[in-house]
């Protein structure tokens, strides 16, 4: 089934004090100083001490929305001026924002522009496929936060959410569709982990009992023979075909400022084609967050 955007959303409503202190903090901003626990700890302390009250509502509440599927939270009405700020109280509220590769092209807020989507010669747009982040991590992130600061201006790039629950309601449905989950569940499969991480191969299970771990791409870039065996070439096509093509997924715009908060084991995400990626103006600011 597919879920209405307004089960999952909540509005900001951050008073004038709120906004003064993110605005501060977002003309200083330093992307490399929020590597440290420390600094990010600063940024929700400043952001929550204006109005508590709101603020720990507005966590409660987003909490509460990602506990029930299809497992994400919307926040809408943040102003886009200080949206990197308030997308890192939010997250510091949440966890621990992850940014664990160290290296000078990495970022703590990262921007995702159309333009500079990875892909590859047999997946296409790595970004139009379901998939969840950090695959290429050993323990992936819990949580992945989008801030839309500009949408295409073709209206492309729409969001699309899968939740855990309805894959397994679909693969529960038919003897082939056990027999693929049965795989999935039990079969170890390769993860080339970034070369920041030694670049070695991690075996495990596309489901277990944490959750799912997803994207193709992270599976083939092992370079393990078992990948091109017929038998598992055609079960990790079947599965991707199911997840982009043969499953209803609840698809919706971001606007400017509005901050998507998926828990990356419970849901999927992608988005939709966009018609002219080099030129779109599309830009979304995103953080990945590990619990304490």
């Not at 679909?170 to 049965?182: E, I, Q, S, T």
Request: some cysteine.
């Amino acid at each position: 089934m597919t879920f209405s955007v307004g089960d999952m959303s909540v509005n900001a409503s951050f008073g004038l004090k709120t906004l003064s202190a993110a605005s501060v903090l977002e003309s200083a901003f330093d992307d490399q100083s929020l590597r440290r626990a420390a600094v990010q700890s600063q940024y929700l302390i400043a952001v929550r001490s204006t109005d508590p009250e709101i603020f720990d509502n507005l966590i409660t509440t987003g909490k509460r929305i990602l506990a029930r599927p299809p497992y994400c939270c919307l926040i809408r009405g943040i102003p886009v001026e200080v949206g990197r700020t308030i997308l890192v109280a939010l997250s510091a509220a949440l966890g621990r924002i992850a940014e664990p590769y160290g290296s000078e092209w990495s970022r703590v807020v990262r921007e995702i522009r159309p333009r500079n989507d990875r892909g590859s010669t047999h997946s296409g747009v790595l970004n139009e496929h379901m998939h969840t982040d950090g695959t290429d991590w050993e323990k992936p992130n819990d949580l992945t936060c989008l801030f839309c600061v500009r949408n295409d201006e073709a209206e492309g790039g729409l969001s699309r959410l899968i939740s855990i629950d309805e894959i397994e309601a679909r693969l529960a449905d038919g003897p082939d569709g056990r027999a693929l989950h049965k795989w999935l569940s039990t079969t170890p499969v390769p993860w080339k982990l970034a070369e920041e991480f030694g670049g070695r191969v991690l075996h495990a299970p596309i489901l277990s009992e944490s959750g799912i771990r997803w994207l193709k791409f992270t599976i083939h870039a092992s370079g393990d023979r078992a990948v091109t065996d017929r038998a598992w070439a055609e079960r990790l096509l079947a599965f991707e075909e199911l997840l982009d093509h043969r499953m209803d997924a609840t698809e919706f715009p971001l606007e400017p400022g509005d901050c998507l908060i998926v828990d990356n084991r419970k849901c999927l995400h992608a988005r939709t084609p966009i018609v002219d990626a080099s030129s779109s103006q599309r830009l979304l600011y995103r953080t990945k967050v590990v619990y304490r």
